[in-house]
Nanobody
Framework: EWQLVESGGGSVQAGGSLRLSCAASTYTYYGSRRMGWFRQVPGKEREGVATIDADSSTNYADSVKGRFTISKDNAKNTLYLQMNSLKPEDTAMYSC???????????????????WGQGTQVTVSS
């Protein structure tokens, strides 16, 4: 059975750091060709933040390059997003997602993913 559960969100001042976690079921974690983090603010489309493939190749949105790092722990079936130097514009609901079959040419496109977690809120104050 598929399952993705995020945690680690919260409120932080600009310049601070947070680490998000996404605990996946064994089926979801080992069945995924690609997993990623996405974010959405009310009234705007969901946008891709960072993705990681089964071979650990990564992709990042330009807006977070050099500040965010995506990683995974195979022993814990968990995906992480380390967020440093946070800015107020990083405020959003962050969700993890999994793509089970094949590798698309658009890793940061939300449309390419099959399963989603419920999300965790990140709020960055200035």
């Amino acid at each position: 059975e598929w399952q993705l559960v995020e945690s680690g969100g919260g409120s932080v001042q600009a310049g601070g750091s947070l680490r998000l976690s996404c605990a996946a079921s064994t089926y979801t974690y080992y069945g995924s060709r690609r997993m990623g983090w996405f974010r959405q603010v009310p009234g705007k489309e969901r946008e891709g933040v960072a993705t990681i493939d089964a071979d650990s190749s990564t992709n990042y949105a330009d807006s977070v390059k050099g500040r965010f790092t995506i990683s995974k722990d195979n022993a814990k079936n968990t995906l992480y997003l380390q967020m440093n130097s946070l800015k107020p514009e990083d405020t959003a609901m962050y969700s993890c997602a999994a793509r089970l079959y094949g590798i698309s040419a658009y890793p940061l496109s939300p449309n390419e993913y099959d399963y989603w977690g419920q999300g965790t809120q990140v709020t960055v104050s200035s």
